[in-house]
């Protein structure tokens, strides 16, 4: 009987003893694969990993443990493109100044410095008009700004460098100054966006211009929508979209070369009123004022825009390197389609600061933005006061 009793004692010690050692496995796998779920797909829960995995591979139970977190990281990452986040427009002239200052500086160090000279004979009164007008200025605009100072010098005498500084300075400005506004309309409207078109001649910025403004809108809480109106190369539709991807805007384009300019513009402020984007931007084909039927062209896209919607600001892009031939092109652009304001750009190429006063005085339409540099933020609401400062260099 007592054996009978050992006997069984040990049977059960037996079965305990070997259930412990199988359970004992099993056990530490599951907090290991619990463990490792949760390190994997923190926040979206170890179900779900699993699922991913699951369309890769149906079956498997066994194998799934140890396997489903890592393709699950991927999948979730690749859908949010890295969009940059551009900075405001606000105070970018003022920023950029030094830039300015230093392709300008000969232009305002040269007048200075004759003024200050103290002989104002009028050899020195010649030369000051001279300078100006090497720097673009323009013949009648220079002539101006000499007559005023030299009344300025007799009525006031011209005691020490900080005073003719001062009387340059005020006189520059009178001449930058315009009476139109140069506040860019990017404003959305009732039911539609506001429309900007880009135009002028081969290769002075415009499609940099339609990216960097995208970018300082959206810098500044926008949303806008690009239109790839220049048809004429599919490389231009790729450089405008890579604009876009970077900031998230989207951009209209054909998917075929040579399409119909004006229907891609047309597209484009459509979409911009589908999706109820505050603004529109259509980069055109650089096109050589002198050829009428690209400039025929031209009119076309603006007037087939307008069937869609009004266009709040047609901005002609100037190369400020190309000084005195701008001022033909801005002329022939300007009777096409009725241009609204002037973007110059590359100003950090050029010591002809000058060319603001000339362009403007050529159209009366104001130079809104400029151009300052290579890099995509390196597009300025135009500041006269800092534009000026710039040429003077300081202090
Ligand atoms: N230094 C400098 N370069 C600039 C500026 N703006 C544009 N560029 C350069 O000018 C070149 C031409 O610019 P795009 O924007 O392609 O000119 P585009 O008018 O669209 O040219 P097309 O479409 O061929 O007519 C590019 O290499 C730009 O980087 C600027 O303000 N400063
Ligand atoms: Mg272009």
Redesign the pocket.
Known sequence: MEYIILIVVLAVLLVVGAGTMLLRPRGGKRVRSRGTDTDITAGTGGESGGGTLTEERPSGAGTATAAPPAPAEPVEEKPKPSLEKPPPSAGRMVRLRARLARSQSGFGGALLSLLSSGKLDDDTWDEIEEILITADVGVSPSRQIVDDLKTKVKVEGAKDARQVREMLRSELLKQVETPASRELKTQRHEGRPAVVLMV??????????C?RLARALIGDGRTVVLGAA?TFRAA?SE?LETWGNRVGAETVRSGKEGADPASVAFDAVSKGIESEADVVLI?T??RLHTKTGLMDELGKVKRVVEKRSAVDEVLL?L?ATTGQNGLRQARVFAEVVDVTGIVL?????TAKGGIVIAVQRELGVPVKL?????GPD??APFDPEAFVDAILGDE
Do not use: F, P, S
């Open positions: 002028g001649v081969n290769g002075t910025g415009k499609t940099t211009t990216g220049d231009a450089q980069d084909a650089g892009v190369d750009t590359k100003m950090d190429g400029a151009g300052l540099g290579e390196d597009l």
